[in-house]
């Protein structure tokens, strides 16, 4: 399954740490999403690019900062994290109305 | 926005036996509704989608059903095996853009 990969796969970071996780896509999609998914709320959408354009933001603190240089390749910096963002971060992508592909995910622990 | 309900939120069922899992959305402007399997540790996978235009859907053992007029749609598990155990999540969105996830159900196939 290598259709979508993410790095790192595992990341531990101090709340004053700076971070930023990677997410690469090879299907010749055109749009790439960010989750959240913890214990409390298992698959919240975060940020969500179509055709390199952020169209949707769902009230994500700035402390998470989304980039998408490209049709392939989507960033998730991250920047003064609290320990309730612990959580495992997907990445996904699609066509445009069609099913949504996800990478293996990033866990990361805030300390 | 969509809101999206999902039950039960477990599910144990003995092998062979069929499982049913119902969701429930809120926009009625809504057309595509995915189901995923996500399996400990690993990442959601599509296993079955249906859009609006379509009541139901079949995929040997799985079954998808959707009810526009009161806006819920089920998924069907005949004959369970013990590798269907995993957690599966609804979803529903007009555009893919604001996909919605249920909360989840995990499902355990006794042997």
């Known amino acids: 399954e290598t259709g979508v990969t993410q790095t790192p796969r595992h990341l531990v970071m101090g709340m004053t740490n700076k971070k930023s996780l990677k997410c690469e896509q090879h299907?010749?999609?055109?749009?790439m999403y960010w989750y959240k998914q913890s214990a409390k709320k298992p698959l919240e959408l975060m940020f969500v690019?179509?055709?390199?354009?952020?169209?949707e933001n769902n009230s994500v603190p700035s402390r998470f900062s989304p980039e998408c240089p490209n049709s392939s390749h989507l960033f998730l910096h991250l920047h003064t994290l609290q320990p309730e963002d612990s959580a495992l971060y997907l990445c996904?992508?699609?066509?445009?109305?069609?099913?949504?592909?996800f990478g293996p995910g990033t866990r990361l622990t805030v300390l | 926005g969509e809101n999206v309900e999902q039950h039960p939120s477990t599910l144990s069922v003995q092998e062979g036996d069929s499982a049913v899992i119902k969701c429930t959305y809120s926009?009625?402007?809504?057309?595509?509704f995915p189901w995923y399997k996500q399996e400990l540790g690993k990442r959601p996978q599509l296993i079955i989608d249906?859009?609006?235009?379509?009541g139901e859907k079949k995929d040997q053992r799985i079954a998808v059903t959707l009810n526009k007029t009161a806006k819920h749609f089920s998924l069907h598990i005949t004959e369970t095996q013990p590798e269907d155990s995993a957690v599966y999540f609804c979803?529903?969105?007009?555009?893919?853009?604001?996909?919605?996830f249920g909360a989840g159900t995990r499902l355990t196939v006794k042997p």
């Open positions: 249906i859009r609006s235009n379509v």
């Open positions: 996904a992508s699609s066509s445009l109305g069609n099913e949504q592909f």
């Open positions: 690019y179509s055709l390199e354009e952020r169209v």
């Open positions: 926009d009625s402007a809504s057309n595509y």
């Open positions: 979803a529903a969105s007009r555009n893919n853009n604001d996909m919605r």
């Open positions: 299907l010749g999609h055109n749009a």
